[in-house]
């Protein structure tokens, strides 16, 4: 690893190409990330860092459910996921390509508290800017406490979806819901060993933690946003003023 690349701030998708890029077998999102660590490519503070990478490969990935075109990283096998890098990006991938590639997708992603709106983030050079648009699709995690079960689903009209569910099953609650319902397959792989019956899963203290962590996230982006909005406000304000 050159210098230059240790002092370059890496987004977790340039750090996983870097590291493929040197990889001669495929590696699952855990074993990536353990060698970013140890090549001590990215700092973060987050729980679940490895499953942060997991879905920006996935997003970036040969899945029949990327509509971007933009594919980088090769599935190799599901269970657990492993990948490698498309044979011509390994190839010719540069900094300023990777750095142009990574300029046009969400940094992070999250559904508003209207469970219709999609929140995006884009870091740009440390930068961070804002868009929302209306959500098509989500993946939806609906527990019932009573039962210590969670089911993991996918739906175009969560409030829709919600109140069908409720009239067979009255002590469920919407826990997270997460932009796209391409991310179910992800979850359902993720979280197999909790498998129960079709798309249940025991509730158990990894999946708790793991909503727990997301939805800080989301709480925070969303603060994020409102300031960011505010800020743009308080300007406009200001230059009346001249």
Same mark, same amino acid.
């Given at each position: 690893?050159?210098?230059?690349?240790?002092?370059?701030?890496?987004?977790?998708?340039?750090?996983?190409?870097?590291?493929?890029?040197?990889?001669?077998?495929?590696?699952?999102?855990?074993?990536?990330?353990?060698?970013?660590? =140890?090549?001590?490519?990215?700092?973060?503070?987050?729980?679940?860092?490895?499953?942060?990478?997991?879905?920006?490969?996935? *997003?970036?990935?040969?899945?029949?459910?990327?509509? =971007?075109?933009?594919?980088?990283?090769?599935?190799?096998?599901?269970?657990?996921?492993?990948?490698?890098?498309?044979?011509?990006?390994?190839?010719?991938?540069?900094?300023?390509?990777?750095?142009?590639?990574?300029?046009?997708?969400?940094? *992070?992603?999250?559904?508003?508290? &209207?469970?219709?709106?999609?929140?995006?983030?884009?870091?740009?050079?440390?930068?961070?800017?804002?868009?929302?648009?209306?959500?098509?699709?989500?993946?939806?995690?609906?527990?019932?406490?009573?039962?210590?079960?969670?089911?993991?689903?996918?739906?175009?009209?969560?409030?829709?979806?919600?109140?069908?569910?409720?009239?067979?099953?009255?002590?469920?609650?919407?826990?997270?819901?997460?932009?796209?319902?391409?991310?179910?397959? *992800?979850?359902? &792989?993720?979280?197999?060993?909790?498998?129960?019956?079709?798309?249940? *899963?025991?509730?158990?203290?990894?999946?708790?933690?793991?909503?727990?962590?997301?939805?800080?996230?989301?709480?925070?982006?969303?603060?994020?946003?409102?300031?960011? =909005?505010?800020?743009?406000?308080?300007?406009?304000?200001?230059?009346?003023?001249?």
């Amino acid at each position: 690893m050159s210098k230059n690349l240790k002092q370059k701030k890496m987004t977790f998708k340039e750090a996983a190409i870097e590291i493929l890029k040197k990889s001669d077998t495929p590696m699952s999102a855990s074993e990536i990330w353990d060698e970013i660590v =140890k090549l001590d490519l990215i700092k973060s503070n987050g729980k679940t860092p490895s499953a942060t990478l997991n879905s920006i490969i996935l *997003y970036n990935s040969n899945s029949p459910f990327n509509k =971007k075109g933009e594919i980088i990283f090769e599935i190799i096998s599901k269970n657990p996921m492993r990948y490698k890098l498309i044979d011509d990006t390994k190839e010719d991938l540069s900094e300023d390509n990777i750095i142009e590639q990574t300029k046009d997708e969400p940094f *992070y992603e999250c559904v508003m508290d &209207d469970n219709e709106t999609i929140l995006k983030i884009y870091n740009i050079d440390g930068d961070l800017d804002y868009q929302i648009e209306h959500g098509d699709s989500f993946t939806y995690f609906i527990s019932n406490s009573i039962k210590d079960k969670i089911k993991i689903g996918r739906t175009k009209n969560i409030k829709n979806r919600f109140n069908t569910l409720k009239t067979s099953n009255p002590d469920i609650e919407i826990s997270l819901i997460v932009p796209r319902e391409k991310y179910e397959k *992800y979850y359902h &792989d993720e979280f197999s060993k909790y498998h129960y019956n079709l798309e249940w *899963y025991f509730y158990t203290k990894e999946i708790k933690e793991f909503i727990i962590n997301e939805d800080k996230k989301r709480k925070k982006a969303i603060t994020c946003y409102r300031k960011f =909005k505010e800020s743009i406000e308080i300007e406009k304000d200001f230059l009346s003023l001249f």
